[in-house]
C-alpha cells in the first residue's frame, strides 16, 4: 500500500506543478486592449501593467533614434506618446495617418513602451461604403442556394 501511496503523492505533485504553470504563464501573457480615454481614466492602474492601446499616428511624429522609434497616436483629439524598442522590425504599413495597435506597459513618465506594434493601412485599399467599383453588382449572399 506504501507503493501506491507515494505514486499518488508523485502524481499529484506533478498534476499540481502543471497546474500552477499554467495558471501563471495565462496571467503573464494576458493583454487587455484599451483606448487612449479608457487608459487616462485607469490613473495609477494603468502603470506596469501590459496593455494594447490602439490610435492613429499623428502626421510628423514618427521619429528614428537608433533602435528605438517614438511617434504619437491619435484617438478623439487624445494623444498618447508612444516608444517602440521592440526586436521586430515595423510593419510596412506603418506610417502618418495608419492605425497602429501598440502593445506594452505605461510608464510613470506618460510614455507607453510598446514591444510590439501592428499597423493597419488607413482604408487605402478598401471601398468607401456604399460605393463598388465600377460596373460591378452587389453580390447577393443570401439567396439561397448553396453553390456545391
Same mark, same amino acid.
Given at each position: 500500500?506504501?507503493?501506491?501511496?507515494?505514486?499518488?503523492?508523485?502524481?499529484a505533485?506533478?498534476?499540481?506543478?502543471l497546474?500552477?504553470? !499554467?495558471t501563471?504563464?495565462?496571467?503573464?501573457t494576458?493583454?487587455?486592449?484599451k483606448?487612449?480615454?479608457?487608459?487616462?481614466?485607469?490613473?495609477?492602474q494603468?502603470?506596469?501593467?501590459?496593455?494594447? /492601446?490602439?490610435?492613429? /499616428?499623428e502626421?510628423?511624429?514618427?521619429? @528614428?533614434?537608433?533602435? =528605438?522609434?517614438?511617434? /504619437?497616436?491619435? =484617438?478623439?483629439?487624445?494623444?498618447?506618446? /508612444?516608444?517602440?524598442?521592440?526586436?521586430?522590425?515595423?510593419?510596412?504599413?506603418? @506610417?502618418d495617418?495608419?492605425q497602429?495597435?501598440a502593445d506594452?506597459?505605461?510608464?510613470?513618465?506618460?510614455v507607453?513602451?510598446a !514591444?510590439?506594434i501592428?499597423?493597419k493601412?488607413?482604408?487605402?485599399?478598401? !471601398?468607401?461604403p456604399? =460605393?463598388?467599383?465600377?460596373? =460591378? !453588382?452587389?453580390?447577393?449572399?443570401?439567396?439561397?442556394?448553396?453553390?456545391?
Open positions: 500500500m506504501k507503493k501506491y501511496g507515494k505514486f499518488g503523492a508523485l502524481i505533485v506533478v498534476v499540481g506543478t497546474a500552477w504553470l !499554467a501563471t504563464g495565462m496571467n503573464e494576458k493583454t487587455y486592449y483606448t487612449i480615454s479608457e487608459l487616462g481614466q485607469m490613473g495609477d494603468a502603470y506596469g501593467k501590459r496593455l494594447r /492601446v490602439g490610435g492613429d /499616428v502626421s510628423g511624429s514618427i521619429q @528614428r533614434t537608433g533602435s =528605438q522609434v517614438r511617434f /504619437v497616436l491619435v =484617438q478623439d483629439k487624445l494623444k498618447l506618446k /508612444v516608444a517602440y524598442t521592440g526586436t521586430d522590425p515595423l510593419p510596412d504599413t506603418f @506610417r495617418g495608419a497602429a495597435l506594452g506597459k505605461l510608464d510613470k513618465d506618460g507607453f513602451r !514591444a510590439k501592428q499597423a493601412c488607413a482604408s487605402k485599399y478598401e !471601398a468607401k456604399g =460605393q463598388l467599383p465600377s460596373g =460591378q !453588382a452587389a453580390p447577393n449572399i443570401n439567396n439561397g442556394k448553396s453553390s456545391i
